[in-house]
């Protein structure tokens, strides 16, 4: 390429509107920009350019010659614009080429001001346009590509340029030919005033908006609630555009005018106009218009609303008359084309820590552009930056917010900031000076909206300032009482006109949300009103009707319809606490506890059902008996099987009394589970056996099909896998007869396990375990999915495959997390030692296992612990430690005839293996001995052993 120093072109380019594909077609764009990349890679190599630097989908590329820059273009812009893209629209690039002699630094980058210019030179562009500056062009005039031809421009001022530039366009077959005018610093020739500072986050909004007028779009409304930033990016689009439009850009401000009839005139104020006497101020409007070209920015809209007629008028007697409106709601009118301006995107939580990745977000960009202008020492670092994109999303990306947020750094720590968020309307106040007063405070923006209400939609929407999470239409007309649902529709669709509230689709259902910043100023509202008592009554009397009336909120759509509601009900239920009102509370905890135990709340849900236990009086009732037994069942996913079996036993007597069969087999039936998890497989089989006899005789099949299974565990333990194998199978019989999706997901769960061992059985293991994730993935069992990946990681095992065995426990382990299963948690880990086991890492081995054992210590799971005893036995015996092994088998051979359970098939070969090294190794004397030892050892003193095992570093695999 020649030395450094005679690299003098340069071409910079970037995707116009990327933001917003990337939000709404992440996958699609994943696929699109790789080929992006790849043509503008390829193209750049072609004519010997250097990539020097790529930020995001922006390139910076320098060439030899000019010459060699432009055929480059050319040649990207050509492949891109013919390119089938995986998008329902062309992905656009816009380019721009610059000409000047620059030697790269150490680090292989070029700075310039040379560079500076191509930075404004490519933001003056639009997708798919080849821009190049006058050094550009008389470098590359007489050599141009065959058919291609540059078009001038003419001279523009680039921003922070104060001289214009003459500016080309490259032409050519293939090429993109007719554009918007450039997005150049032209003065204004009305009252638009410079934007204060960069706008941030929305360049694709300004892109998009010049789009729009480019289709002949006459009337753009920017719609939004209050503090989005309407204003601000009508303020930067008029401004980019204003080259446009002969006569300029005229900013008028509504914000002042009440009357509608006032809004022609203020309009002709703006641009300097006066009626003649003869003439009405929208006849002379229309009059001076109607051959000019013009955009009109016409701020605060929505307080004016009726005057939109007037708007239409003068768009139909004035063809170059173009309009941009800032209102929270949209004027309605034909003309109008409604652009909704979105929140900031907020920073994913899975980027904690992330100080780049969290920088680059536009919310927290925003935040700290305002922070650093009030505290030019604040700096987002490892220290601040979660609490600054938790801020961020505290305010729901809300601009004015953070804005106001921002604002308090002078003197609040970002913690500090975010620790008071909790009283937003107070905190967030103090915006600057010269901003309207509407706009100096959170509050203040929000009453703007509130104030131009009719009594009955204020009372509304005080109302609605109850719902957490949103709400639909049956909920809004319990809580309000208004029957008319019709009637009450339209007041919500107006108020989310009003932006007050939003509302979401999803398939033919509306749901309404209100963001948290609103619902603060409306639950002030609420309380000033003296309606949050009645109102909070009504919700939660509201859900609870509907939670406990519901015919079936255990399968799929019911558990996804709780999700949706799910801060509702938590809502419901601190109002049932704060009352007193301990029925509701227990009624709407007990129906709760299979979504909290299915969803991942499980401690949550255990510590609702307990206080509502506590708060109430221990009578008998099926509302007390199905808390109790619903309690056990949270406290036994909780790993705590001693109160698990206190509410299992307490619910058992309370259906004794309440003479309830089926809850008296279900309570048998809690009670075998935890006694089996301690160990007692007799004492299990003998609770087990009752609950059958029970639900058959009560002509519960369900019940029935419970015990059955649980009767194959115990089976299944004790390694009789022929009657395990028929209990089961009967069980799931029965399941899938009466489509109890829960039991079938537990009994191909419970099948898998049993074939898992065993290579031969493969095809049929995966077969149920595929078939239970399915289940799972219906219900949304966090738990059942980990108990099924656990499985197909025991038969991934079996057929010799140790990355496929450690994948499947590493999601075993994150659905068993998300759970908040400890007892699964152990489990999956000791499957991780297993994997590790088989794959030859002994010493990741060993640590798994010795963590398994731990917890499963803990939590007094014993037949789990000599499982993890013989596992680490055979990591002994791998590295020669012949007697700890020996001492450890003696220790699982009598534990294990105590518990009457079998060695896992998963365990019998390598158990095998190591106990013929070991008694080959130490002779059957001393192995005899080692035997005895252990078998006289407590559990305690058998972990202490186990513990005594190392890592193998630097010592000889053993096979």
């Not at 003065?187 to 289709?215: K, S, T, Y």
């Not at 519960?700 to 333990?717: E, F, P, T």
């Not at 005893?869 to 088998?889: H, I, M, N, S």
């Not at 003696?890 to 090294?917: C, F, M, N």
Request: proline letters at 5%; hydrophobic letters at 45%.
């Amino acid at each position: 390429m020649g030395a450094a120093g005679n690299m003098h072109a340069f071409l910079f380019t970037d995707v116009a509107g990327s933001t917003g594909l990337w939000e709404r077609f992440p996958r699609e764009m994943e696929r699109a920009y790789a080929r992006h990349d790849a043509i503008l890679r390829t193209a750049a190599a072609d004519h010997a350019g250097i990539v020097y630097k790529v930020i995001g989908d922006a390139f910076q590329i320098a060439f030899p010659s000019p010459v060699a820059a432009l055929a480059a273009a050319i040649e990207a812009q050509t492949a891109l614009t013919a390119e089938v893209w995986p998008l329902p629209m062309p992905l656009q690039v816009r380019m721009a080429l610059h000409a000047g002699t620059i030697a790269p630094d150490r680090s292989g980058d070029f700075r310039s001001p040379i560079l500076n210019r191509l930075g404004r030179l490519l933001g003056a562009g639009h997708g798919g346009q080849i821009l190049l500056s006058d050094a550009m062009a008389i470098a590359t005039i007489d050599r141009l590509p065959d058919q291609c031809g540059l078009r001038s421009l003419g001279r523009h001022r680039l921003r922070d340029f104060p001289e214009p530039e003459a500016i080309h366009q490259a032409t050519g077959p293939g090429l993109p030919a007719d554009f918007a005018p450039l997005i150049t610093a032209e003065p204004p020739r009305f009252n638009l005033p410079a934007p204060p500072n960069d706008i941030i986050g929305r360049a694709d909004d300004v892109e998009r908006i010049a789009a729009l007028f480019q289709q002949n779009v006459r009337l753009i409304t920017l719609t939004g609630p209050g503090g989005a930033g309407k204003t601000r990016l009508a303020i930067e689009a008029g401004y980019r555009l204003r080259s446009a439009w002969s006569e300029g850009v005229a900013l008028v401000e509504l914000a002042p005018v009440s009357d509608p009839a006032q809004v022609l005139p203020a309009i002709a104020d703006a641009l300097g106009l006066r009626a003649d006497g003869e003439q009405s101020p929208g006849e002379t409007l229309a009059a001076w218009l109607a051959n000019r070209e013009l955009l009109l920015l016409l701020d605060n809209f929505e307080q004016i609303i009726d005057a939109a007629t007037d708007v239409a008028r003068l768009l139909a007697a004035a063809p170059g008359l173009r309009v941009i409106v800032t209102s929270r709601e949209a004027l309605h009118i034909r003309a109008e084309r409604q652009f909704p301006v979105e929140l900031l995107p907020l920073p994913d939580p899975e980027l904690a820590g992330d100080v780049a990745a969290i920088a680059a977000v536009p919310s927290v960009q925003l935040f700290v552009e305002r922070a650093t202008a009030v505290s030019p020492r604040f700096a987002l670092d490892a220290g601040n930056v979660d609490d600054v994109a938790a801020i961020c999303r505290q305010v729901e990306g809300l601009p004015l917010a953070i804005e106001l947020a921002a604002a308090r750094i002078a003197m609040l720590s970002p913690a500090a900031l975010l620790a008071r968020l909790t009283h937003r309307l107070d905190l967030l106040t103090g915006g600057a000076r010269d901003l309207p007063n509407r706009q100096q405070t959170l509050r203040a923006t929000i009453g703007w909206s509130y104030d131009l209400l009719s009594p009955a939609d204020r009372a509304l929407f005080r109302s609605l300032a109850v719902f957490s999470g949103g709400f639909d239409l049956n909920a809004a007309c319990g809580v309000t009482g208004d029957a008319d649902l019709y009637r009450l529709q339209a007041n919500l669709d107006a108020l989310a006109e009003k932006h007050l509230l939003g509302r979401i689709t999803r398939g033919d259902e509306d749901r309404y949300v209100m963001l948290e910043s609103v619902r603060a100023f409306a639950l002030e509202a609420l309380t000033e009103a003296d309606e949050a008592t009645s109102t909070r009554r009504r919700h939660a009397g509201w859900y609870h009707r509907w939670v406990v009336e519901s015919p079936d909120l255990n399968d799929p759509a019911g558990l996804d319809r709780l999700e949706t509601e799910h801060n509702n009900l938590r809502a419901a239920i601190a109002w049932a606490d704060e009352a007193g009102e301990a029925a509701v509370n227990l009624e709407l905890a007990g129906a709760l506890a299979r979504f909290w135990q299915f969803r991942g709340y499980v401690t949550e849900g255990r510590r609702a059902l307990e206080r509502a236990l506590a708060n109430t009086p221990d009578e008998p009732s099926p509302a007390r008996q199905t808390a109790l037994s619903e309690a056990g069942t949270l406290a036994n996913a909780n790993g705590d099987y001693t109160a698990a079996r206190t509410y299992f036993e307490a619910a058992l007597t309370l259906a004794e009394t309440l003479h309830d069969q089926s809850a008296i087999a279900a309570a048998l039936n809690s009670i075998g589970g935890v006694v089996l998890a301690d160990g007692d497989t007799a004492q299990a089989e003998s609770f087990f056996t009752r609950s059958l006899s029970v639900a058959e005789a009560a002509a519960d099949r369900k019940r029935q099909a419970v015990a059955m299974s649980n009767l194959g565990a115990v089976a299944h333990y004790r390694g009789d896998l022929e009657t395990a194998r028929h209990q089961y199978e009967a069980a799931l019989e029965i399941a899938r007869d009466l489509n109890d999706l829960f039991n079938i997901a537990l009994l191909t769960g419970n099948l898998l396990m049993l074939l898992a061992p065993f290579p031969e059985s493969h095809q049929e293991a995966i077969a149920y375990g595929e078939e239970s994730l399915r289940c799972c993935d219906l219900l949304g069992d966090h738990q059942g999915k980990g108990y099924a990946f656990d499985g197909l990681g025991t038969a991934a095992e079996s057929c010799g495959d140790g990355v496929a065995a450690r994948q499947y426990y590493e999601r075993a382990l994150a659905q068993f997390r998300a759970a908040e299963d400890p007892s699964g948690i152990a489990r999956a880990i000791g499957g991780l030692g297993s994997s590790a086991l088989l794959s030859g890492d002994l010493g990741r081995a060993i640590a798994s296992f010795r963590e398994s054992l731990f917890l499963h210590m803990e939590l007094n799971e014993t037949d789990s612990v000599v499982d993890l005893l013989d596992a680490l036995a055979e990591c002994a015996a791998k590295q020669r430690g012949f007697e700890v092994a020996a001492t450890l088998y003696g220790a699982t051979d009598r534990w294990r005839s105590e518990l009457e359970v079998a060695i896992p098939a998963q365990l019998a070969e390598g158990r095998a293996r190591a106990i013929g090294l070991a008694n080959t190794s130490l002779g059957e004397r001393l192995y005899g001995r080692m035997i005895e030892t252990g078998s006289r050892l407590s559990l305690d003193e058998l972990v202490d052993l186990a513990a005594t095992i190392e890592s193998p570093i630097d010592k000889a695999h053993v096979p």
